[in-house]
T-cell receptor
Framework: NAGVTQTPKFRILKIGQSMTLQCTQD?????MYWYRQDPGMGLKLIYY???????DKGEVPNGYNVSRSTTEDFPLRLELAAPSQTSVYFC???????????FGQGTRLTVV | GENVEQHPSTLSVQEGDSAVIKCTYS??????FPWYKQELGKRPQLIID?????GEKKDQRIAVTLNKTAKHFSLHITETQPEDSAVYFC??????????FGKGTRLHILP
């Protein structure tokens, strides 16, 4: 099993550009999450999903969108990139409620 | 909204001594409390978790305690070793299936 795979690992965007961060898992997990990690600020939840076709906002959803059309994939969309979105983004998945979350290797995004 | 507070933000202990990290949470419906370790440049990885039906859990040198009345839980690392140096995050589940993290504690093990 590959676990949770994120692409790309690094990306530089210009202000106003758009991009999609890809996340896929091969563990048949129902729950998936997107977090952003800023220095000294821990992990902030952007969006999460408890199953295919279901998504919910987390703590910091503004400026982002997600979709969950399959169990395996949970892409994160940035429509109009802003410098405040410079961060490390982690995708995670878990089998169900109150179970261990497995993280991807992260995507380091810089908006200039 | 739901919140998890974590203290201290930085902790330095002598090798062989114990380290304690404390967290409080706001959602009274929280019933799952995982702890993650993140080494520099790596992804967070679960080291121990506890559910609300128990007050304490141990795994070798690591233990977690939970006080639901006070909405407080703690991580205890005994006989610290150089490889324990990392950032540690506490987290708590919420009534609506979120997992909310604290801001992290950077643990330094001094030789």
């Amino acid at each position: 099993n590959a676990g949770v795979t994120q692409t790309p690992k690094f990306r530089i965007l210009k202000i106003g550009q758009s991009m999609t961060l890809q996340c896929t898992q091969d563990m048949n997990h129902n729950y998936m999450y997107w977090y952003r990690q800023d220095p000294g600020m821990g992990l902030k939840l952007i969006y999460y999903s408890v199953g295919a076709g279901i998504t919910d906002k987390g703590e910091v959803p503004n400026g982002y969108n997600v979709s969950r059309s399959t169990t395996e994939d949970f892409p994160l969309r940035l429509e109009l990139a802003a410098p405040s979105q410079t961060s490390v983004y982690f995708c995670a998945s878990s089998y169900g409620r109150n179970t261990e979350a497995f993280f991807g290797q992260g995507t380091r995004l810089t908006v200039v | 909204g739901e919140n998890v507070e974590q203290h201290p933000s930085t902790l330095s202990v002598q090798e062989g001594d114990s380290a304690v990290i404390k967290c409080t949470y706001s959602d009274s419906a929280s019933n799952y409390f995982p702890w993650y370790k993140q080494e520099l440049g790596k992804r967070p990885q679960l080291i121990i978790d506890i559910r609300s039906n128990v007050g304490e859990k141990k795994d070798q040198r690591i233990a977690v305690t939970l006080n639901k009345t006070a909405k407080h839980f703690s991580l205890h690392i005994t006989e610290t070793q150089p490889e324990d140096s990392a950032v540690y995050f506490c987290a708590a589940s919420t009534w609506d299936d979120k997992i909310i993290f604290g801001k992290g504690t950077r643990l330094h093990i001094l030789p």
